[in-house]
Structures are given as structure tokens and as C-alpha cells.
């Protein structure tokens, strides 16, 4: 177990390191300078030379990097040139919807996914299997953002029964009612990747109902409901850790459209604002933190895995 | 279960000459696009639809009711009816016609990322997975940019591109989307390899630049050509996700994922503006995730596992 868990750390280090490296210099591709950029037009070059010498800027692109890297490590992930601001408090200050959305929409992954996939396997070609196949299609189709405005149309707008967009923080008001605003958001972004793990779960659990030790756990006597759940569903479970670790990224992408759609103060508007006004150091620490978050995902999914399948610990 | 193709009497004698071979040549053609067609109704659903968008693109401007931009502040926000069947905007102009407008858009981008994604990585993808040695490092790096999600990614470099344009969302959309082709191209090359065809040309003292181009690159096509239909569903959608977030197409192009963020200051009062829109991008996206779905099963049942 433990060289297992050097190498995994190992090779999650090398990709945090390879993420940064690309970060960097894709934002090294950005034709001007920031320095200029933010000085405007009716700057000397005077002006502009003490600028990128306070950043650093007129160093060579190695020394900058090391002390990018340095920067990062200690978490400073530098300041928007709009407001001013350290990005990582930018972050820090807009984190809290975005987890929140993301916890919810994962929420609707995995209580509609995985209890619809058994429920399909347990009767294949049954209407919920029919069901879920035809949503399944649906989703991988259907634009989340789309989904978003017309559930907003008809649950917000003609019913009134839920908040049509905004939030405000739970932790500053205590109120947890505020949850509310994120029902629609977190459903219109589930949904959509629920009905991929419900394909995955019933595929998974139908291939493991067909082994012998199930047999043998009917033919001791053992409740349906015991096989399921305790002897198939622990089997069948790899596949489908998978795609929920894969959810990630489809979440993050959704939530940067679904953010916006429905008014959230999260990450993922202020990447779509920083876009537009051109803020660099914004945009850099969001792919930075996002891509690392990612391999950190991918980490604990291995972890995940040894935790369930003892066997791939000695592999 | 392996499936034998029948082969009638006409097929061998009627190919005389060379324009009866040809003919012979299209007809059995049509006869196998026949038999994928309509070996499942979700491939003929899939084509149908296809099928109608081709239509659009081609005589979209002769059918359309109204000129896509004309303004019309008389009849602003108007419900579907007669004169408009779509209904019309905020500025009076008419869904329909920027609808079938927004759709030549639409595939006309769609292709050229597709194409962009074979161009550059099934090259790339060989090579990787031919010479182990760049394999090894541009692998890393390949998988290093699969680590960003897509519409991060994409907006990272819209904003490297510079200006909103047709050609940088296609290059943005192009640069997020190839990764991935890379990657099917190098586990297949990786698995062909191996086969013994490529040890026999080697020990027959092929040159590798010959193996890769007459016997390696041959037998990609099925794999490239099933990625390259799910790259034009999952970039059609980012490229309306992107249109919809304001930095794609400039606003003054009618594209469907324009038309929906325009729309949504009027949602409750004129939800037809997003509906029309969203629902030929899904119907698109599901067209091509299901045809692509089908060359996969017909080309290689295998690749199931890879894709």
C-alpha cells in the first residue's frame, strides 16, 4: 500500500508541476505586455519599463518562471489588473458558490445515476432502462445552458416556485434557505451528466449479475436486495467511480455557462468577466487552480479505487 | 456473431467496362449505406435530421421567410404564428430565418474543427505512437492540456487569439477538441503496430515512412473517422456555449448560440427566442453523437471500449 501511494503522489506532482508549466506559457502567448496594457495608451515608455521591472517582467523567461512557481507554492497566485486585488482572494471570496453548485449538481449525478442504472440492470429493457436510455441520449445532446433558461422559464418565471438567479452567501448570512437559488442551477447541470453514469452503472452492474459468486449468493438463501447491493454493486463500482470522477470536468465546464445563466457569484463568472475585460492574472489563476483541482480528483479516484478493489494496490 | 455479406450472381457479371464497374462500384455503395441506414431507426432518425440540416444549409437563403437582419420594430417580439413561424426578437427580426441562417454558421464551423482535429492530430498521434521516444514526451503534454476543461481552455485562448472572431473560435474550439483525437490516434497506432502485417513489411525492409503512410495511416481511418463526427457534436455545443458567453462570433452574426444569450433579457415574455435556437442545436448534437455512434458499432465494435 505504501509504494502504492508514493508513486501515485509522485506522478500527481509531476502533472501539478506540468499544469503550471502550461499555464505559464500559454499566458506567454498573449500578444502585448500587461504592463502596457494596464498603463493605456498615454503611458512613457518610462512608465511602462518601471512597471514590468516591479514584476519582474524584464527578467528572462526561466527566472520568472521559477519565481512563478515559487509564488504559486506560497499561494500567491498575483493581482487582477481590473480590481486590483490578490486573485487568490478573488478566488477565496467567490469559492463558496461554486463548491456549493458543484456539490449540488454531483448530488444529482449520483442520486439519480447510480439508483437509476441498478434499477435499469435489474430489468434490461424494462421502461426505466427505456427511460433512462432515451434521457441518456437527451443529455449528451442537450446544451446545459439551455436546459438552465427553460427550466428557469417554467419553475422561476410562469410557476414562481423557485428563485430565478442570484445567491448570497450562507456563511455570511446564516440563512440556509439561500440554498434554494441553487436547486435549478444544480439540476439543469446534473442532470445532464446524471443519465451518462446511470448508462455506466447499468452496463457495470449488468455485466457482474451475470458471475458465479452471484449465483452462489442467490443460492445461499440471500435477499435480492442483499446481492444487489451488498455482493454486485460493490463489483460493479469501478466503472463507475470512473465516470464520476469524469463528471468533474463536465461539471466544472457546465458550471462556467450555468454560473452565468443563472446570475451565480462564482468562479466561473469571473472567468467568463475577466475574459472579457482581458485580466490576465485572473484567467491564469483560475485554469491554474481548476487544472490542478482536476489532478487532484484524478488522484483521489486512484486512491478511490485501491480503497475498493484491494487487488490494484499490488499491481 | 459475424455477419456474411451475400453476394448475388449480378454483382460479378454486371461490372463490364469501365463505366459498368463504376456503376457497379456506386450502386454497391449505396447498398451498404442502405443497410447502415436503416439497420437501426436511431441512425435513420439521426440521418433524417442530417439530412434536413444539409437541406438548410444549401437552399437555407432561398426559403427563408425574412433577410435574417432586417429590423422590424412594428412586429418586436411577436409570438410564433403565421407570418412568423418562429415568431420574431426583441428587434423585430424574424427566429426563423436566423435560425436556418445560424445553421450554415453552425456546421460550416463544425467541419472546419473536425477537419482542423484530423489535420493536426492524426500526424501527431502517429508519430507518437510510432516513435516511442516522442511519444513519451508529447504524450505528456497532450495529457497535460486534457487536464484544463473545455470551455476554460477555449476562453484561455480566445483571450491569447485576441479579437472574437469566426476563425480564432475555430482554432480555440480546434486547439480544445485535438488533445483528444491525438489520443485515440496513438492507442491505435500502439495496438497496430503490433500486428503482424507491420512486422512482415519490416522484415521486408519497408522504410518506416512507408509503413506509416501505407500501412498504419490506412487502418486509423475508422478510428479518425468516428472521433472526428463526436468532435463536431461536443464542438458545435462549445461553440454556441461560447457564442451564448459573448466571446465567440461577434453578436452581429446570427448564430445560435448568439441568438440565445440576446434572448435572455426577454425570456419570460418571449421564450421562443431561446427555444428555436437550443433546440436545433440539440437536435444537430444528437444527430451526430448517434451517426457517430452507429460507424463506430458498424466500423469496429472494439473501439466501444476505447471511445
Given at each position: 500500500?505504501?509504494?502504492?501511494?508514493?508513486?501515485?503522489?509522485?506522478?500527481?506532482?509531476?502533472?501539478?508541476?506540468?499544469v503550471?508549466?502550461v499555464t505559464?506559457?500559454l499566458m506567454?502567448l498573449i500578444?502585448?505586455?500587461?504592463?502596457?496594457?494596464?498603463?493605456?495608451?498615454?503611458?512613457?515608455?518610462?512608465?511602462?519599463?518601471?512597471?514590468?521591472?516591479?514584476?519582474?517582467?524584464?527578467?528572462?523567461?526561466?527566472?520568472?518562471?521559477?519565481?512563478?512557481?515559487?509564488?504559486?507554492?506560497?499561494?500567491?497566485?498575483?493581482?487582477?489588473?481590473?480590481?486590483?486585488?490578490?486573485v487568490?482572494?478573488m478566488l477565496?471570496?467567490r469559492a463558496?458558490t461554486s463548491i456549493?453548485l458543484g456539490?449540488g449538481s454531483l448530488?444529482?449525478v449520483?442520486?439519480?445515476?447510480?439508483?437509476?442504472?441498478?434499477?435499469?440492470?435489474?430489468?434490461?429493457?424494462?421502461?426505466?432502462?427505456?427511460?433512462?436510455?432515451?434521457?441518456?441520449?437527451?443529455g449528451a445532446s442537450i446544451p446545459s445552458f439551455w436546459l438552465g433558461l427553460?427550466?428557469?422559464?417554467?419553475?422561476?418565471?410562469?410557476?414562481?416556485?423557485?428563485?430565478?438567479?442570484?445567491?448570497?452567501?450562507?456563511?455570511?448570512?446564516?440563512?440556509?434557505?439561500?440554498?434554494?437559488?441553487?436547486?435549478?442551477p444544480a439540476f439543469s447541470l446534473g442532470f445532464v451528466n446524471?443519465?451518462l453514469?446511470?448508462?455506466?452503472?447499468?452496463?457495470?452492474?449488468?455485466?457482474?449479475?451475470?458471475?458465479?459468486?452471484?449465483?452462489?449468493?442467490?443460492?445461499?438463501?440471500?435477499?435480492?436486495?442483499?446481492?444487489?447491493?451488498?455482493?454486485?454493486?460493490?463489483?460493479?463500482?469501478?466503472?463507475?467511480?470512473?465516470?464520476?470522477s469524469f463528471t468533474f470536468a463536465a461539471l466544472v465546464s457546465g458550471a462556467v455557462v450555468t454560473e452565468n445563466v443563472f446570475a451565480l457569484p462564482g468562479i466561473g463568472s469571473l472567468i467568463v468577466q475577466s475574459v472579457l475585460k482581458r485580466d490576465y492574472?485572473v484567467i491564469q489563476g483560475i485554469m491554474m487552480v481548476v487544472a490542478v483541482l482536476y489532478v487532484?480528483v484524478n488522484?483521489?479516484?486512484?486512491?478511490?479505487?485501491?480503497?475498493?478493489?484491494?487487488?490494484?494496490?499490488?499491481? | 456473431?459475424?455477419?456474411?455479406?451475400?453476394?448475388?450472381?449480378?454483382?460479378?457479371?454486371?461490372?463490364?467496362?469501365?463505366?459498368?464497374?463504376?456503376?457497379?462500384?456506386?450502386?454497391?455503395?449505396?447498398?451498404?449505406?442502405?443497410?447502415?441506414?436503416?439497420?437501426?431507426?436511431?441512425?435513420?432518425?439521426?440521418?433524417?435530421?442530417?439530412?434536413?440540416?444539409?437541406?438548410?444549409?444549401?437552399?437555407?437563403?432561398?426559403?427563408?421567410?425574412?433577410?435574417?437582419?432586417?429590423?422590424?420594430?412594428?412586429?418586436?417580439?411577436?409570438?410564433?404564428?403565421?407570418?412568423?413561424?418562429?415568431?420574431?426578437?426583441?428587434?423585430?427580426?424574424?427566429?426563423?430565418?436566423?435560425?436556418?441562417?445560424?445553421?450554415?454558421i453552425t456546421?460550416?464551423i463544425g467541419?472546419s474543427i473536425s477537419?482542423f482535429s484530423?489535420?493536426?492530430?492524426?500526424?501527431?498521434?502517429?508519430?507518437?505512437?510510432?516513435?516511442?521516444?516522442?511519444?513519451?514526451?508529447?504524450?505528456?503534454?497532450i495529457d497535460t492540456m486534457m487536464a484544463f476543461p473545455a470551455i476554460i481552455l477555449a476562453l484561455a485562448l480566445m483571450t491569447i487569439l485576441g479579437k472574437p472572431g469566426i476563425i480564432n473560435v475555430i482554432l480555440a474550439v480546434g486547439i480544445v477538441w485535438t488533445p483528444r483525437m491525438?489520443r485515440?490516434?496513438?492507442?491505435?497506432?500502439?495496438?497496430?503496430?503490433?500486428?503482424?502485417?507491420?512486422?512482415?513489411?519490416?522484415?521486408?525492409?519497408?522504410?518506416?515512412?512507408?509503413?506509416?503512410?501505407?500501412?498504419?495511416?490506412?487502418?486509423?481511418?475508422?478510428?479518425?473517422?468516428?472521433?472526428?463526427?463526436f468532435t463536431f457534436a461536443f464542438s458545435i455545443m462549445e461553440v454556441a456555449a461560447l457564442n451564448f458567453l459573448g466571446v465567440g462570433i461577434p453578436p452581429?452574426?446570427?448564430s445560435w448560440g448568439g441568438m440565445m444569450n440576446?434572448?435572455r433579457?426577454?425570456?419570460?415574455?418571449?421564450?421562443?427566442?431561446i427555444?428555436?435556437p437550443g433546440?436545433?442545436l440539440a437536435?444537430s448534437v444528437?444527430?451526430f453523437n448517434?451517426?457517430?455512434?452507429?460507424?463506430?458499432?458498424?466500423?469496429?465494435?472494439?473501439?466501444?471500449?476505447?471511445?
Amino acid at each position: 500500500m505504501f509504494s502504492f501511494l508514493m508513486r501515485r503522489v509522485a506522478g500527481m506532482l509531476v502533472s501539478v508541476v506540468l499544469v503550471i508549466s502550461v499555464t505559464f506559457l500559454l499566458m506567454q502567448l498573449i500578444p502585448g505586455d500587461p504592463a502596457s496594457v494596464l498603463l493605456g495608451s498615454n503611458a512613457t515608455p518610462e512608465q511602462i519599463e518601471e512597471l514590468k521591472a516591479t514584476w519582474g517582467l524584464d527578467q528572462s523567461m526561466f527566472t520568472q518562471f521559477v519565481k512563478y512557481i515559487g509564488n504559486f507554492v506560497r499561494g500567491d497566485l498575483g493581482r487582477s489588473l481590473f480590481y486590483q486585488e490578490p486573485v487568490l482572494q478573488m478566488l477565496g471570496a467567490r469559492a463558496e458558490t461554486s463548491i456549493l453548485l458543484g456539490l449540488g449538481s454531483l448530488l444529482v449525478v449520483v442520486a439519480i445515476g447510480i439508483p437509476g442504472g441498478i434499477l435499469a440492470a435489474l430489468r434490461p429493457s424494462g421502461w426505466v432502462d427505456n427511460l433512462f436510455l432515451v434521457i441518456a441520449l437527451a443529455g449528451a445532446s442537450i446544451p446545459s445552458f439551455w436546459l438552465g433558461l427553460m427550466l428557469m422559464n417554467v419553475f422561476a418565471g410562469k410557476l414562481g416556485w423557485l428563485p430565478s438567479s442570484g445567491f448570497t452567501s450562507i456563511l455570511d448570512t446564516g440563512n440556509l434557505g439561500n440554498l434554494r437559488s441553487l436547486i435549478l442551477p444544480a439540476f439543469s447541470l446534473g442532470f445532464v451528466n446524471a443519465a451518462l453514469v446511470a448508462r455506466t452503472a447499468r452496463s457495470s452492474m449488468l455485466d457482474v449479475m451475470q458471475a458465479d459468486y452471484i449465483t452462489t449468493a442467490r443460492a445461499k438463501g440471500l435477499r435480492e436486495r442483499v446481492v444487489t447491493v451488498k455482493h454486485a454493486l460493490r463489483n460493479a463500482s469501478i466503472p463507475i467511480i470512473t465516470v464520476v470522477s469524469f463528471t468533474f470536468a463536465a461539471l466544472v465546464s457546465g458550471a462556467v455557462v450555468t454560473e452565468n445563466v443563472f446570475a451565480l457569484p462564482g468562479i466561473g463568472s469571473l472567468i467568463v468577466q475577466s475574459v472579457l475585460k482581458r485580466d490576465y492574472p485572473v484567467i491564469q489563476g483560475i485554469m491554474m487552480v481548476v487544472a490542478v483541482l482536476y489532478v487532484f480528483v484524478n488522484f483521489a479516484t486512484d486512491l478511490t479505487y485501491a480503497f475498493v478493489d484491494p487487488r490494484i494496490r499490488y499491481r | 456473431m459475424t455477419q456474411y455479406r451475400r453476394i448475388k450472381i449480378e454483382d460479378c457479371t454486371e461490372g463490364r467496362g469501365v463505366l459498368g464497374r463504376w456503376a457497379a462500384g456506386v450502386r454497391r455503395g449505396m447498398k451498404a449505406f442502405a443497410d447502415f441506414a436503416t439497420r437501426r431507426s436511431s441512425t435513420l432518425m439521426a440521418l433524417g435530421i442530417l439530412g434536413c440540416l444539409l437541406v438548410i444549409v444549401a437552399i437555407g437563403p432561398l426559403v427563408s421567410p425574412y433577410d435574417p437582419d432586417a429590423l422590424s420594430v412594428l412586429d418586436r417580439l411577436q409570438a410564433p404564428n403565421r407570418a412568423h413561424l418562429f415568431g420574431t426578437d426583441n428587434f423585430g427580426r424574424d427566429i426563423m430565418s436566423r435560425t436556418l441562417s445560424g445553421t450554415r454558421i453552425t456546421l460550416l464551423i463544425g467541419l472546419s474543427i473536425s477537419v482542423f482535429s484530423m489535420i493536426v492530430g492524426l500526424p501527431l498521434g502517429v508519430i507518437c505512437g510510432y516513435y516511442d521516444r516522442v511519444g513519451l514526451i508529447v504524450m505528456r503534454g497532450i495529457d497535460t492540456m486534457m487536464a484544463f476543461p473545455a470551455i476554460i481552455l477555449a476562453l484561455a485562448l480566445m483571450t491569447i487569439l485576441g479579437k472574437p472572431g469566426i476563425i480564432n473560435v475555430i482554432l480555440a474550439v480546434g486547439i480544445v477538441w485535438t488533445p483528444r483525437m491525438v489520443r485515440v490516434v496513438y492507442s491505435a497506432t500502439l495496438s497496430i503496430r503490433e500486428t503482424t502485417f507491420i512486422e512482415a513489411a519490416k522484415a521486408l525492409g519497408v522504410s518506416s515512412r512507408r509503413i506509416l503512410l501505407r500501412h498504419v495511416a490506412v487502418n486509423l481511418l475508422s478510428p479518425v473517422i468516428v472521433q472526428a463526427t463526436f468532435t463536431f457534436a461536443f464542438s458545435i455545443m462549445e461553440v454556441a456555449a461560447l457564442n451564448f458567453l459573448g466571446v465567440g462570433i461577434p453578436p452581429n452574426v446570427a448564430s445560435w448560440g448568439g441568438m440565445m444569450n440576446e434572448g435572455r433579457m426577454y425570456l419570460t415574455r418571449a421564450s421562443w427566442i431561446i427555444l428555436f435556437p437550443g433546440l436545433f442545436l440539440a437536435l444537430s448534437v444528437l444527430s451526430f453523437n448517434l451517426i457517430g455512434d452507429a460507424i463506430r458499432d458498424r466500423l469496429d465494435p472494439k473501439l466501444r471500449d476505447v471511445m
